[in-house]
């Protein structure tokens, strides 16, 4: 069963740091664009920053400079490490990933199950 698995959320002070992981697992025979998205109370999900399998990336404006994204292909990973956090970024952050199975004609698009990050001010 192909899945993506977050760790990495928790508490942190304003301006403090976090990371985040996405481990991908599974009968998997390619990765393409990997992300992060966020959704906090009462908002939509929004994207937060994606990665090519090339390591192209793009980020959302309210992030940028403060957050990276990065990949360990041989790992199966993405990251995203986020700097100079606000209350604002407070939410639920999910992890997103085209990928392929084994044995499957074309990628599909999976979600993990979520990692809470809550900032405080």
Excluded: H
């Amino acid at each position: 069963q192909v899945q993506l698995v977050e760790s990495g959320g928790g508490l942190a002070q304003a301006g403090g740091s976090l990371r985040l992981s996405c481990a991908a697992s599974g009968s998997i025979f390619s990765i393409n664009r990997m992300g992060w998205y966020r959704q906090a109370p009462g908002k939509q999900r929004e994207l937060v920053a994606v990665i090519t399998s090339g390591g192209s990336t793009n980020y959302a404006e309210s992030v940028k400079g403060r957050f990276t994204i990065s990949r360990d292909n041989a790992k199966r990973t993405v990251y995203l490490q986020m700097s100079s956090l606000k209350p604002e970024d407070t939410a639920v952050y999910y992890c997103n990933a085209d990928m392929q199975p084994w044995g499957d004609y074309a990628p599909n698009n999976y979600w993990g199950q979520g990692t809470q990050v809550t900032v405080s001010s």
